[in-house]
């Protein structure tokens, strides 16, 4: 399955974004579709992720609360709504998808390319 990131940008802090990643088929009930993101100099880090069926989340305990992680089955796509962003938020967005649930990169397949997300102070 092929992935397509989008909805990065600049925004001021204490703003909103909404990222999305559209998967070019439908994906399976089993999948979990998970946000990562990595800013200069750092390893890329777990965000938040969703399983595909159940539509069940999991947060990061930094972006708890702030961000929320849906998903539209119709249109093979998952959301990351943004709120409360920090410059600590700022990063490149990637999103990917397994078959297991994981925070670590290595445990899923598939990824799109990444987004950025610039939060100006």
């Known amino acids: 399955v092929q992935l397509q990131a989008s909805g990065g940008g600049l925004v001021q802090a204490g703003g909103s974004l909404r990222l999305s990643c559209a998967a070019s088929?439908?994906?399976?009930?089993?999948?979990?579709v998970g946000w990562f993101r990595q800013a200069p100099g750092k390893e890329r880090e777990f965000v938040a992720a969703i399983r595909w069926g159940s539509g069940i989340g999991y947060y990061e305990d930094s972006v708890r609360g702030r961000f929320t992680i849906s998903k539209d089955s119709a249109k093979n796509t998952v959301y990351l709504q943004m709120n409360s962003l920090t410059g600590d938020d700022a990063a490149v967005y990637y999103c990917?998808?397994?078959?297991?649930?994981?925070?670590?990169?290595?445990?899923?397949?598939?990824w799109g390319q990444g987004t950025e997300v610039t939060v100006s102070s």
């Open positions: 088929r439908r994906i399976f009930s089993s999948y979990i």
């Open positions: 990917a998808a397994g078959i297991h649930y994981d925070t670590t990169p290595k445990a899923y397949d598939y």
